[in-house]
């Protein structure tokens, strides 16, 4: 839902109902501190800039917990404005080499997302149909 208009009702009105997601963004996100230290917390080693939240609640899901998305958190996220965008050799590398893990490490997790319907593009951002 990322494009979407605050008063959106999202995909089957999703932007107005508390529900489970695979994963939500790390720049919204409360976790216990018991959970966050069961589960590793974020992976700095391999995840250092881009992906380490969606990792981070993969590891929530997989121990047993829930990903609750709420429409009663508000914020206004400025994507990669502190870090910039991904504009030079050096950090294309760095960004492929998160993908290659997040892949080899998600892939299954990724590919059958429980919480996004299979028949709904993974190309872009708007629900879609494939």
């Not at 800039?49 to 609640?57: G, R, Y």
């Not at 492929?96 to 996004?116: C, F, H, I, K, S």
């Amino acid at each position: 839902h990322k494009y979407f208009q605050r008063s959106s009702p999202g995909y089957f009105t999703r932007l107005h109902l508390a529900h489970n997601l695979s994963a939500v963004t790390g720049a919204c996100l409360l976790v216990r501190k018991a959970v966050f230290e069961e589960v590793g917390g974020l992976n700095e080693e391999h995840l250092a800039i881009a992906f380490n939240d969606v990792d981070l609640c993969l590891k929530v899901r997989e121990a047993g917990y829930r990903n609750l998305w709420t429409p009663y958190a508000e914020l206004y996220h400025h994507e990669s404005v502190s870090r910039g965008a991904d504009d030079n050799a050096k950090k294309r590398a760095r960004a492929a080499g998160e993908v290659a893990y997040m892949r080899e490490t998600w892939a299954a997790q990724l590919d059958n997302d429980p919480a996004y319907n299979p028949n709904l593009t993974l190309v872009h951002e708007d629900f879609s149909l494939r």
